[in-house]
């Protein structure tokens, strides 16, 4: 294995340290690299080399994960140029993008339906697009790094929010599907059959 642990996963995925990349040159590196890493591949040089080994399977795991998701790439791109996001720490945010989570929050709250529910989703996928495409324009056309991280904490915001969203939409869908199963339930034994047994109401006695 001829690689550094002091490298960062542009480095190791030998790609460009840029916001925007190509997916599918990512995933191909990604399997060629756990090819060379592979615990099994260095059997015969013993448990040390197998240690080793697996410390490095984990590294690349977790450079794929961190960088094939752009939000986490956005956020280690920052901190490598001297921008860190420190989300927990830094939570001031434009009044504007304050006032539109708060009117989204206030949506998803009296959203009663779920075609409410996914038209308020679809709204903040949109957006999503529209911040992400303004994070690539501050990362890679104008090396804005603080401009960036900012635009990274408000993303992180919003993918928050969007987990909420769908944790609503699967309880709706959750209560129509019991509703339905009820109402099927219903229909299967509600029918009219002669001389029901008292004791299993769901079966007819036909022995008078």
């Not at 860190?84 to 006032?99: C, D, G, H, S, Y």
């Not at 690539?136 to 090396?143: M, P």
């Not at 709706?172 to 509600?190: F, N, V």
């Amino acid at each position: 294995m001829l690689m550094n642990l002091a490298s960062t996963d542009f480095e190791l995925f030998d790609i460009a340290p840029r916001f925007e990349l190509d997916r599918s040159a990512l995933d191909a590196r990604w399997r060629a690299l756990q090819g060379e890493v592979h615990p099994d591949k260095f059997a015969a040089e013993g448990a040390a080399a197998k240690r080793v080994a697996m410390q490095w399977a984990v590294r690349v795991n977790e450079a794929y994960q961190r960088l094939k998701d752009p939000v986490r790439r956005a956020a280690y791109l920052c901190e490598l140029k001297g921008a860190p996001i420190e989300a927990e720490n830094n939570t001031a945010m434009p009044a504007a993008f304050l006032m539109q989570q708060l009117e989204w929050r206030e949506a998803l709250d009296e959203a009663a339906t779920l075609q409410q529910v996914q038209a308020l989703a679809d709204e903040v996928a949109t957006h999503r697009v529209a911040d992400l495409a303004a994070l690539q324009a501050a990362l890679d056309e104008r090396q804005d790094y603080a401009a960036a991280a900012q635009q990274v904490r408000a993303l992180m915001f919003s993918e928050r929010f969007a987990h909420d969203i769908d944790e609503r939409l699967e309880a709706i869908l959750s209560r129509a599907s019991r509703s339905a199963s009820a109402a099927q339930q219903q229909t299967e034994y509600g029918h009219d059959s002669p001389h029901r047994n008292p004791r299993d109401p769901s079966r007819a006695d036909y022995s008078a």
